[in-house]
Nanobody
Framework: QVQLVESGGGLVQAGGSLRLSCAAS????????MGWFRQAPGKEREFVST????????TYADSVKGRFTISRDNAKNKVYLQMNSLKPEDTAVYYC?????????????????WGQGTQVTVSS
């Protein structure tokens, strides 16, 4: 069983930055593809970014490309999402996700594990 715990969310002004962290417990973190999704009030959950097990393959949603950076530290069993130049439309609950497979994935159906989410609010 894998447990994912996000941290680092909060309230920030537009143009500011936040760094989300996701701590993973359980086995084989270094063999798992990981991702971040988000869900804003009244909207469907959407893909943000994904990284493969080694960190060598990364994909971003167009809406965050150039502003967000995903990374991972397999020695610490952690994955991160650095968010810069934040916009009010980035306001959402952000979820850390993990796969049983090593590759990256941009669709929620390919993920087996989900964190409880962390709120990010960007004020204008």
């Amino acid at each position: 069983q894998v447990q994912l715990v996000e941290s680092g969310g909060g309230l920030v002004q537009a143009g500011g930055s936040l760094r989300l962290s996701c701590a993973a417990s359980g086995r084989a973190f270094s063999s798992r593809g990981m991702g971040w999704f988000r869900q804003a009030p009244g909207k469907e959950r959407e893909f943000v970014s994904t990284i493969n097990s080694s960190g060598g393959s990364i994909t971003y949603a167009d809406s965050v490309k150039g502003r967000f950076t995903i990374s991972r530290d397999n020695a610490k069993n952690k994955v991160y999402l650095q968010m810069n130049s934040l916009k009010p439309e980035d306001t959402a609950v952000y979820y850390c996700t993990g796969r049983s497979a090593a590759g990256p994935a941009s669709e929620a159906k390919w993920y087996d594990y989900w964190g409880q989410g962390t709120q990010v609010t960007v004020s204008s």
